[in-house]
């Protein structure tokens, strides 16, 4: 229609609904299905078109008019036929202008005469019984199956998952080939991962390769590291380095409070699956219904078995050749069931391990390729400073040191900016305002100043980096950071000496200060004594209790911070070790002793020096250090 040209209301109409029931995606391989909506609207507009179809089509056009006006036109000879219902009176009335009849209608009244005066003007009359069968179906049945209509198709252009009666179906979302914009490219720190999933990547674009040989893809590849290393991350840029259709879903979707709603869901997934073939399907979180089975007094747990069960039998009858792969990823490796681990279900196992500097600095590049940085910025030292930081630390790293920097107006972010991030996420928010008495803030200065002497005057010890007390986070009231070196993957036993020494350094500091100590140095002492039980118990760095292991042998792969080990030996042997570890404590502790009070004028200017100042950096305190001895 030409667009000068002026639309009619119902032709407007119909566009509108013409718009709103046309899908944008059509329903194809590789292709999402349409996010269709199902509104109230729809009724809405439904109602306005019937009544309009009523209105201006179902209905005839009839003039109605008073009673006595139909009795003047009766008088003056202008009525030419009538039909009397016991309602209404409809008819048609003679009109000299025009050629056809005009009809009209008019509420009957109580007229005794009215048949006899129809006579006397000779018009042509006779009586209705009005049957409203007719009316009805107009009325109520052809809207509400026009209704109904508009609902099928509605329905059926919403996803499986929107209807009501869908528990069953999976809740796997699908992410066609030019989707899942993540490849190896986006991915840094794990390259031996890398290698090893690249096969999997040539299976899938060309599995005729595998084929001919005779060789079988494994069916599934089980991704196994703590928590941030990457493992989705992994799986999606598998899927996008072989252009396939990649199912997102995580464990605890498969199960509900309706028994055999989980086993269902697999059915469904693995049926999809099928269909989009060659494609990945990702579990992320596979413990949740993993775990190992056994036996269950209560039946608690029925639902989850079942789809564990469920997982199994579909892993063993569809065929890898096919193209479809199972990924899954988890943090707790030793609490899944044998019967996933086997040969022929998750063939293969990955493991995703924190990275080293080197993939610390690829994963800060991949993170800082949108972000305007200083040409100051070092990538590589802000590695070294984040020992043990997995991938999504880094990427909250550099958001952070972002933020920072825009926070502060600044058009680029430096490295005071990474600094201030590092500081944020390993202590905590920074406290300027928390109200401190000079007493506590000298005690405070003197605690970590100890930590920063001893920690330059050992031998295997990392060095000191900064020393603040400005309070951060929820109770600490400053802190010393240190620089490793370089990565270490074993440790001696006189660099764990050393390490325990920097720990007690904060509380002797305070014993030569002051001659009374404090509660500052409680999460100190903590670590520290777990340090020398470590030693005693599982390293056998103990000459008095020989080559001997005093832990539990099964423990979790990645420990969490408050694991604690199963008591595998005597109380006799329990007192020579708690024997051994205040030992090692107390001989540590004379050693700092020993190192501070020679270093006596030193722990005093530094203390003094961040009481000024708040921060030390490294560098000054290593100058302060080095005059001491000219």
């Known amino acids: ?18 718009t709103l029931f046309t899908p944008d995606i059509q329903d194809k391989k590789g292709v999402l299905p349409p996010k269709a909506q199902f509104s109230i609207w729809y009724f809405v507009i439904t109602i306005i078109f019937i009544i309009y179809l009523q209105q201006y089509f179902l209905s005839s056009k009839v003039e109605t008019i008073p009673y006595s006006q139909f009795k003047q036109n009766l008088v003056a000879g202008n009525v030419a036929k009538l039909i009397i219902s016991p309602e209404n009176i409809t008819g048609t009335l003679k009109v000299a202008e025009k050629k056809n009849d005009q009809a009209f209608i008019t509420l009957r009244v109580d007229d005794p005469n009215l048949v006899k005066e129809l006579d006397e003007h000779k018009v042509d009359y006779s009586g209705r019984y009005e049957s409203k069968l007719l009316s009805s179906i107009l009325s109520w049945i052809i809207p509400l199956g026009i209704m109904f209509l508009i609902w099928r198709y509605a329905m059926k252009k919403m996803r499986p998952e929107m209807g009501a009666m869908s528990f069953g179906k999976s809740k796997a979302k699908l992410f066609a080939e030019n989707e899942t914009m993540v490849t190896f490219a986006d991915v840094a720190g794990i390259d031996e991962a890398k290698e090893e999933l690249q096969e999997i990547v040539e299976f899938l674009k060309n599995p005729a390769k595998f084929q001919k040989l005779g060789g079988r893809i494994p069916k599934g590849v089980l991704l196994v590291g703590p928590p941030g290393t990457g493992k989705t991350l992994l799986a999606k840029a598998v899927a996008g380095e072989a252009k396939v259709p990649f199912f997102s879903i995580s464990g605890s979707e498969f199960v509900e409070m309706f028994v055999g709603v989980g086993a269902s869901r697999v059915r469904d997934l693995f049926s999809k699956a099928a269909s989009h073939a060659p494609c990945i399907i990702f579990i992320d979180e596979l413990d949740a219904i993993g775990k190992a089975r056994g036996v269950n ?67 800060l590049k991949i993170h800082s390729r949108k ?12 590695a070294g400073l984040v020992p043990g930081f997995a991938g999504a630390d880094l990427a909250n790293l550099v958001n952070e040191a972002a933020l920072l920097a ?16 590092i500081d944020r996420i390993v202590g905590g928010l920074e406290k300027k305002n928390r109200v401190m008495n000079p007493k506590e803030k000298e005690i405070v200065a003197f605690h970590e100043s100890g930590h920063a002497i001893v920690a330059e005057s050992v031998a295997h010890a990392d060095p000191v980096n900064k020393i603040s007390i400005i309070p951060r986070g929820i109770a600490a009231l400053g802190y010393t950071q240190q620089q490793p070196t370089e990565d270490r993957y074993l440790m001696t036993r006189p660099e ?26 409680q999460n100190d002492l903590q670590r520290a004594t777990d340090m020398a039980r470590s030693m005693v118990t599982e390293y056998g760095m103990s000459d008095r209790l020989g080559l001997v292991t005093y832990e539990s042998p099964r423990q979790p792969m990645f420990l969490p911070e408050n694991y604690t080990a199963k008591k595998t030996y005597s109380e006799t042997k329990a007192t020579q070790i708690d024997e051994e570890i205040a030992s090692m404590m107390e001989q540590t502790h004379q050693r700092v002793r020993g190192v501070l009070t020679a270093q006596r004028q030193v722990l005093d200017k ?25």
């Open 606 to 630: 530094v203390a003094h020096l961040l009481l000024e100042k708040e921060t030390v950096e490294g560098k000054e305190l290593r100058q302060i250090l080095s005059d001491s001895t000219t």
């Open 406 to 421: 825009a926070r502060k107006n600044k058009e680029t972010v430096g490295a005071a900016e990474f600094d201030a991030a």
């Open 371 to 382: 972000v305007l940085l200083d040409p100051d910025v070092d990538l590589r030292k802000i």
């Open 297 to 363: 007094t209560f039946g608690g747990n029925d639902e989850r078995e079942q789809t564990l069960n469920q997982l199994l039998v579909e892993m063993d009858g569809f065929d890898s050749n096919k193209g479809v792969i199972i990924m899954s990823a988890t943090n707790r490796p030793e609490i899944l069931d044998p019967a996933l681990l086997r040969p022929g279900r998750f063939d293969r196992q990955v493991l995703l391990d924190r990275p080293d500097i080197n993939g610390r600095e690829a994963i």
């Open 1 to 18: 229609m030409p667009s000068n040209e002026k639309k009619t209301p119902l032709e407007d109409l119909k566009d509108k609904i013409r």
């Open 496 to 521: 764990l000496l050393d390490r325990l020494a920097v720990l007690l350094g904060g509380r002797v500091a305070e014993e030569l200060a002051f001659g009374e100590i404090s509660t500052g140095a």
